[in-house]
């Protein structure tokens, strides 16, 4: 459809190093994706004061990244397909490392808001080509813990973005945090055109019908849904648990268990994925999981309260794992990765625009939390449990 494969031109090094280097390469791709994207958020009064911004026109800096983020991601994923990772991230690679460095030296708004946008547009190729590398290199037995690998590494990203800025801030200023963690993605982008290799070779064009399959395949929609409620679910706790906590006379110091439970998830599931049970089984098993243990948080005593914030976490961010695993594992999607990812990632950003909203704005008709933290258990749960027989499917053979 969009790309042929053939047999691997590095025999000898297979068994060696480069399978480990370029798995590593995925971590380290979904780290900086999400420790540039999160950065800024500790740097808010530091950044509107010194540029006069309004709160508006900084949440415009921060959407617009996000923005540019879910517009791109299908193209990248065709154009990935095309010409393969490989290709595609030695291009977007430079692009991240030269729009976070135009971030740290923008003088004003404008310039501000346009090196968000570019950011944007370079990171939005990280979703589509991660699954490619994994396809290529993880080996069919192990595609889900790899998967879960790279997923961690959103997480640790995210972590580091929002625990070591703060200390950072204190030795140094805001630009000076910024180009250090620039310096990051200069180096991760050297790095890719030394030592990356890949053996996909693109096609000549994309054929409309490939597309078109894609498109009309019911396991994408399955995905697509299972995409938007998974990040919908954990976009929407992650940032209203500390309002929730306050509001419950808890300590905020609770809601780093919701990341936590992200950071073990992938591994964990990815890993059961790959060798006990069947997917349907664990889509079953989180969605009970991830109703039980949101709902828990309206009601949970503190000895029960942590456990449930760790497993709304760790069962939405498992969901997702499988749902970013599943296209490698299918034999259908073998030369259409990139654009099943890129589709169902740009689509499903519909929970995280949206939920987050519906569950304020149900704060504020009820007065309480109760009611918005059960629209969230009732998304997630209902959304697991009814699709789980949609991923159901023939384990990959024994190589």
Known sequence: M??????????????????????????????????????????????????????????MVYSASMLSLILFRIPWGLFGDRKGYLVSLRIALPLIAASSLARTFSPNFPTLLASQIFLGLGLASVFPCLPMIVKEWAGEKSL???????????????????????????????????????????????LWWGWAKSSIKGTAGIQREGFKKVIKDPLVWVLLLFMSSAMGSYDTLATWMPKVLEMKNFSLALASLLPLGFLLAGPVVGWTSDRWMDRKKIVLLLGIFSGA????????????????????????????????????????????????????????????????????WLIDLTGTFESSVSFVALVAGATFLLGAGGVQGARPKSS
């Open 144 to 190: 889900g813990l790899a998967t879960g690998v790279y997923i961690s590494g959103f997480a640790a990203g995210n972590a580091a973005a929002l625990g070591i800025t703060p200390p950072l801030l204190g030795a140094m200023g805001w630009r000076s945090v910024l180009l250090l963690y620039s310096c990051l993605a200069v180096v991760l982008s050297l």
């Open 2 to 59: 969009f790309m042929k494969e053939r047999r691997h031109p590095f025999p000898g090094q297979r068994a060696g190093r480069l399978p480990a280097l370029m798995l590593s390469f995925t971590f380290s791709i979904g780290f900086i994706l999400h420790l540039l994207l999160f950065a800024t958020a500790p740097m808010v009064s530091i950044i509107m004061e010194e540029m006069s911004l309004s709160h508006a026109e900084f949440g």
């Open 293 to 360: 243990s949101i709902a828990g948080i309206n009601f949970a005593p503190l000895p029960l309260l942590p456990v449930c914030i760790f497993l709304a976490g760790f069962s939405t961010m498992g969901v997702l794992t499988i749902t970013l695993a599943v296209p490698a594992k299918q034999e259908r999607f073998s030369s259409s990765i990139g654009t099943v990812i890129g589709l169902i990632s740009s689509l499903g950003n519909v929970g995280p625009l949206f939920m987050p909203v519906v569950f304020g």
